[in-house]
């Protein structure tokens, strides 16, 4: 009996069983060799990566013997944030000279105060009269910032700490000032600005009206019902008027400074009593507790002064108080901005100890006497375990404190392993920018090698207060990504759908994403034109 022919529909379904089974093992082998070439090109894209950064160290310590050299490569490099800088002292003077004649202001050329009121009597005339008067401009410059300062007859010190008072007058416009301080930073490759602005006589009148009190809880409480949330609204209002001020400018004048993002910490100022500071603190911790630009606070003025002096471990509580109350607000201290003979030996003994134990700081500013300090090992070992940064402005410790190579602490932080950031202070007053924090480190210490600088560029938005979480799964160390961008490779303009999502609900995780972007295309055009010129 002949076999029984299969019929067209059973022959039927064996094919297309059969061009199923193809059809997977085809799927399954393409999908493995585009996982494959994925990771072929991921692997390439890391290894051209790896190979400019190599380049650009080599080329980096050729050049580092020549200033000029290093100047046009750390312009050129991107420098993620200044993260140590006051609004006022960071506008250079002739900016300040055009605000206060736009304001048609009038300067005394007794002192080069400024005056809205006194033209024409009490020695006085308009500040634009400077524009042809080539010696008067000079003269207020002088007057205003540290330039020609060896030629002074008060010690540089005291001349910078002088100026602020001179030159306040023409400060009144801070969205105009802000924009010129985005501007400059966009022109010197700098993304984050954050900004040191006071508390304000508000805050200080109402902790005078108050009334001191030892008991800070009770203090505090009066605060409250004299109005302390009322000032505080009031500021954060201004804090964002300011911002959004400077942005118009900047937009109606078609200037990319826009693209500057800029935060801001509150200042209270050490110098006043203590009932001023205390109220100017709480000010500044409620103001930083509920505003989405103010991201900290701080407390500044110079460390000698007798208020500063005899109420400093006080002022300390006082901060760590307000931590207590407003634990998750961003603290960072002026402390240790001092140098032996300008106070007596025991004040040299404790203040950055103290900024990071009961102040809580999470930065620290300056730092210059920490081998002065009794413990001083103990101190730098906790900041190094609770990852306190340290930021470092050479220009400033060397024209106010004389402190400078060898004498200064910068080796010493760097050699604990103590987080670094470099910053400017005071750039207008001073007459430097970021660019030349990076020169004087290269100059004064050879062993800093190009990947130190880049770790201290990263350092300055890791350690920033920028809101959200960080790029990176490990604080300070730029080896691992946090696990939504694991797959990705930082800085590429095309993340995977997981990391983009973590990238627009973190603004910190954001700007970092960015620079490293940055990063990589300047180490990249910086290795390709070395090479190419020789």
Same mark, same amino acid.
């Given at each position: 009996m002949k076999p029984r022919a299969k019929s067209a529909t059973l022959i039927d379904l064996e094919l297309v069983?059969?061009?199923?089974?193809?059809?997977?093992?085809?799927?399954?082998?393409?999908?493995?060799?585009?996982?494959?070439?994925?990771?072929?090109?991921?692997?390439?894209?890391e290894y051209s990566a790896t190979l400019s950064v190599e380049q650009v160290a080599r080329q980096f310590d050729a050049l580092r013997q020549n200033p000029e050299e290093l100047r046009a490569f750390f312009l050129a490099m991107p420098k993620?944030?200044?993260?140590?800088?006051?609004?006022?002292?960071?506008?250079?003077?002739?900016?300040?000279?055009?605000?206060?004649?736009?304001?048609?202001?009038?300067?005394?050329?007794?002192?080069?105060?400024?005056?809205?009121?006194y033209c024409g009597s009490n020695n006085s005339q308009p500040?634009?009269?400077?524009?042809?008067?080539?010696?008067?401009?000079?003269?207020?410059?002088d007057a205003w910032s540290m330039r020609d300062s060896e030629l002074l007859d008060e010690s540089k010190r005291d001349h910078f700490f002088n100026t602020f008072g001179t030159f306040g007058g023409a400060t009144s416009n801070t969205s105009a000032l802000l924009a010129d301080l985005r501007s400059s930073a966009f022109l010197e490759n700098v993304a984050y600005l954050e900004i040191m602005t006071g508390a304000g006589s508000a805050a200080a009148n109402l902790g005078r009206n108050v009334g001191w009190n030892d008991n800070l809880s009770i203090f505090y409480n009066r605060l409250i019902d004299y109005g302390l949330n009322s000032i505080a609204q009031n500021l954060s209002d201004y804090i964002n008027d300011t911002d959004s001020g400077s942005l118009r400018i900047l937009k109606n004048r078609g200037d990319p400074g826009s693209n500057v993002t800029v935060r801001y910490l509150l200042t209270a100022t050490r110098t006043m009593p203590k009932e001023r500071v205390f109220g100017q603190l709480a000010a500044a911790f409620d103001v930083a507790?509920? @505003?989405?630009?103010?991201?900290?606070?701080?407390?500044? @003025?110079?460390?000698?002064?007798?208020?500063?002096?005899?109420?400093?471990?006080?002022? &300390?509580?006082?901060?760590?108080?307000?931590h207590g109350i407003y634990p998750n607000v961003n603290i960072a201290l002026h402390a240790g901005e001092l140098n032996l003979g300008l106070v007596p030996t025991d004040d040299l003994r404790f203040h950055i100890k103290e900024a990071v134990e009961v102040g809580r700081a999470s930065r620290i500013g300056h730092g210059v006497d920490i081998m002065w300090e009794l413990n001083c090992d103990r101190t730098l070992?906790? &900041?190094?375990?609770?990852?306190?940064?340290?930021?470092?402005?050479?220009v400033s410790n060397q024209i106010i404190l004389g402190v400078t190579g060898k004498n200064h602490?910068?080796?010493?932080?760097?050699?604990?392993?103590?987080?670094?950031?470099?910053?400017?202070?005071?750039?207008?007053?001073?007459?430097?920018?970021?660019s030349e924090q990076f020169v004087v480190i290269a100059s004064e210490y050879p062993k800093i090698k190009y990947q130190d600088f880049k770790k201290?560029?990263?350092?300055?938005?890791?350690? @920033?207060?920028?809101q959200g979480r960080s790029l990176w799964s490990s604080q300070g160390d730029y080896t691992k990504l946090v696990a939504e961008c694991s797959r990705c490779c930082p800085g590429s303009k095309a993340p995977n759908a997981k990391c983009?999502?973590?990238?627009?609900?973190n603004e910190k995780a954001r700007i970092e994403w960015k620079l490293e972007g940055d990063l990589a295309a300047f180490e990249k055009k910086y290795a390709i034109g070395k090479t190419n010129a020789q």
């Open positions: 069983s059969k061009l199923k089974s193809t059809t997977v093992v085809f799927l399954i082998v393409f999908l493995i060799l585009s996982a494959l070439i994925l990771l072929a090109e991921g692997r390439s894209e993620g944030g200044d993260i140590h800088n006051h609004l006022t002292g960071a506008v250079y003077a002739e900016y300040l000279i055009d605000q206060a004649s736009a304001e048609d202001y009038c300067i005394n050329l007794d002192n080069y105060t400024i005056s809205p009121n500040v634009k009269d400077a524009y042809s008067n080539s010696k008067l401009y000079g003269q207020i410059i507790n509920r @505003s989405s630009l103010v991201v900290g606070v701080n407390l500044l @003025s110079p460390e000698d002064n007798w208020n500063a002096r005899v109420n400093y471990s006080l002022q &300390m509580r006082m901060v760590g108080f307000l070992n906790e &900041m190094v375990r609770n990852r306190v940064a340290i930021e470092i402005m050479p602490p910068f080796p010493v932080y760097f050699e604990r392993g103590v987080p670094i950031v470099l910053a400017t202070d005071d750039a207008g007053v001073l007459r430097t920018d970021l201290f560029v990263r350092n300055s938005i890791e350690y @920033s207060f920028l983009k999502a973590f990238l627009d609900s």
